[in-house]
C-alpha cells in the first residue's frame, strides 16, 4: 500500500464437474431439449461465481464511509483519539512475507477493543508480488500459472490462520494487496490471475469473502478484463488505488459501473500523508468503503432469571441445542429478525451458530438491533450472465424492483419456498427485503436450502 515503504501504485474438481454438466446435460436434454438444458444446468460450483460454504457461526460484515489505513495498526488510545475524526474504519495488515511494518499493538485484545469501540476493520494480505512488478526485493509469484495458484491457496491459508489468531470470524473479507505491474507482460498478467484465482477459491472453500487491493491503471483494469473468464475465479471486493483526491465509488476508469456494484468496492483515493485528531497525528492513506470487511463476535451476558435457550434456528419453533445459564457470558455475531418474545423481535447468533432471543442479552436495545453488531447476511455471487431480476416476492409472478449485474453480491438473509426457476423453488431474501431466484445465485445447494442460511 502507497506508504513511503511501499510503491506506488474445493469445490468439486475439473473432472466431477464437467461430468456433472454432461449428465445434467443430458438428463434436461431428454425432456426440454439440449439447449434449455444448458440455460437449467445450475453454474454456481465453477468460475469465475465460486460457491462460499459459510460455516454455522459465520455472517458479513460491511462497511460504508470513509476508513482510513496505516502501515503500522496504531495503539488503542490514539483509536481512542480518532474517535473525533470521520473515520469509523481502519485497514490493518494482518498476514503475508512481503508485510513491511511490525504490528505490535496487533492483537487478538486489542481487536476486540477497537471493535467495541465501533470501529470496522479492513483485513489485508501482503503476500507474494506480481513476478514484474512490487519491489526487487519481494518475494514473487510464480510465473507458472499452476504454481501461482497453488500459491494463491497458500495465502489464503495464512490469512484466515491469522485472523483466526486475532479474533475475526468466518465470513469477513480479506483483500490481497496486490501492488503494481507491467501491463504488456502477458506472462506476469497470467500469473497474478491464477494466483488471485487460487486465493479466491480458497477463502471461499474455508467460508471468507475474497478481496484484492490493485492500482487502478496497474492491475485492476485487467482483474475487470477476467470479470466474466472462466479460467479463473472471481473476487467478492475491488480496493482501488487512485490518488486524484476524489473518494467517488463509480465512474473507474477500465472498471465498468456494473461490475463489483452491490456493496463490493473501495477506493484509496489520497496517499501517504499526516493527520490529527484528539491531538493525536497519524500518517495515513485515505479510503471510501461501501465493501465486505472482517466479522469478530462481541461479548454480552444472559440476562433471563433462569437458563435462555440457544435454538438452531432463529425462532422457538426451532429445535433446542443448548441453554445458557443466567449471568453466563454469550459471543454475538450478528442480530436478525425473528418472532416477537417480550419487548423485541431481534435474535442474535452466537459463534456456534446458535440463536437466542435478544430479550435476555444485554444488548443497549431491548426493543431494536443494537450497534456494533452487523446484521445475520450471507453473501453470494450472482451467476446470471445476463443479471438477475430483483422482485417483490419469492417467486416469477411478483412485480420487478430492479436487478442484479452478473457477478453482483447477493446479500442473503434468509430463503424461502416459491415458484420454480430451472433445478430449484428455493428462493432468497436479499437484506433489501426484495427476493431473487436461488437458482441464479452461487449458493452451495443448486436444488434446495442452503445452510447455515436460515428459513424466511
Not at 475474497?210 to 471486493?237: C, E, H, I, K, W
Amino acid at each position: 500500500m502507497p506508504h513511503p515503504r511501499r510503491i506506488l501504485h474445493r469445490l468439486p474438481d475439473r473432472v466431477l464437474r464437467r461430468w456433472l454438466r454432461r449428465l445434467l446435460a443430458a438428463s434436461f436434454a431428454a425432456v426440454l431439449g439440449a439447449a434449455t438444458a444448458l440455460v437449467l444446468a445450475p453454474a454456481a460450483a465453477a468460475e469465475p461465481a465460486t460457491s462460499t460454504g459459510y460455516p454455522a457461526g459465520a455472517t458479513a460484515t460491511r462497511f460504508s464511509g470513509l476508513a482510513f489505513d496505516a502501515c503500522t495498526a496504531p495503539p488503542l488510545t490514539t483509536i481512542q483519539a480518532w474517535g473525533a475524526s470521520p473515520y469509523r474504519a481502519l485497514g490493518v495488515y494482518i498476514s503475508g512475507v512481503n508485510r513491511t511494518c511490525a504490528q505490535p499493538q496487533l492483537t487478538a485484545d486489542w481487536v476486540s477493543s477497537v471493535s467495541r469501540l465501533k470501529w470496522r476493520l479492513l483485513p489485508i494480505h501482503k503476500g507474494l508480488q506480481p513476478p514484474c512488478g512490487g519491489r526487487p526485493t519481494d518475494a514473487k509469484i510464480s510465473r507458472t500459472a499452476a504454481t501461482a495458484r497453488t500459491q494463491g491457496t497458500a495465502a489464503a491459508g495464512d490469512a484466515v490462520a491469522a485472523a483466526k489468531a486475532l479474533g475475526m470470524r468466518p465470513g469477513s473479507a480479506f483483500y490481497n494487496d496486490i501492488e503494481n505491474y507491467a501491463q504488456a507482460d502477458v506472462g506476469c498478467r497470467t500469473a497474478v490471475l491464477s494466483y488471485v484465482s487460487g486465493w479466491t477459491k480458497e477463502l471461499h472453500r474455508l467460508g471468507y469473502l475474497s478481496g484484492v487491493y490493485m492500482n487502478l491503471n496497474l492491475g485492476a483494469q485487467q482483474l475487470s478484463d477476467a470479470f466474466t473468464s472462466a479460467s479463473y475465479a472471481r473476487p467478492d471486493a475491488l480496493w482501488i488505488a487512485r490518488y486524484d483526491g476524489t473518494d467517488t465509488l463509480k465512474g473507474w476508469a477500465g472498471v465498468a459501473d456494473g461490475k463489483w456494484s452491490v456493496h463490493q468496492r473501495a477506493k484509496q483515493y489520497r496517499g501517504s500523508h499526516d493527520e490529527t485528531y484528539g491531538g493525536v497525528t497519524v500518517n495515513i492513506d485515505n479510503d471510501r468503503l461501501d465493501a465486505p470487511v472482517a466479522t469478530v463476535a462481541y461479548t454480552y451476558t444472559v440476562t433471563s432469571p433462569g437458563a435462555l435457550n440457544a435454538r438452531s434456528g432463529p425462532s422457538s419453533s426451532y429445535p433446542l441445542v443448548r441453554t445458557h445459564a443466567s449471568g453466563s457470558a454469550l459471543q454475538v455475531v450478528c442480530q436478525t429478525p425473528g418472532p416477537k418474545v417480550g419487548s423485541t423481535t431481534v435474535w442474535d447468533k452466537l459463534t456456534d451458530g446458535t440463536y437466542v432471543t435478544d430479550h435476555y442479552v444485554s444488548t443497549p436495545s431491548a426493543t431494536g438491533y443494537s450497534a456494533p453488531l452487523p446484521r445475520c447476511v450471507y453473501p453470494y455471487q450472482v451467476t446470471a450472465s445476463g443479471g438477475l431480476t430483483v422482485r417483490a416476492g419469492p417467486g416469477s409472478s411478483y412485480a420487478a424492483q430492479g436487478s442484479a449485474a452478473n457477478g453482483a453480491l447477493a446479500w442473503v438473509i434468509c430463503q424461502r419456498s416459491g415458484s420454480a426457476v430451472g433445478t430449484t423453488k428455493i428462493w432468497d431474501r436479499l437484506d433489501s427485503g426484495r427476493y431473487v431466484s436461488d437458482h441464479y445465485v452461487a449458493t452451495l445447494s443448486g436444488t434446495t436450502y442452503t445452510k447455515p442460511v436460515p428459513r424466511c
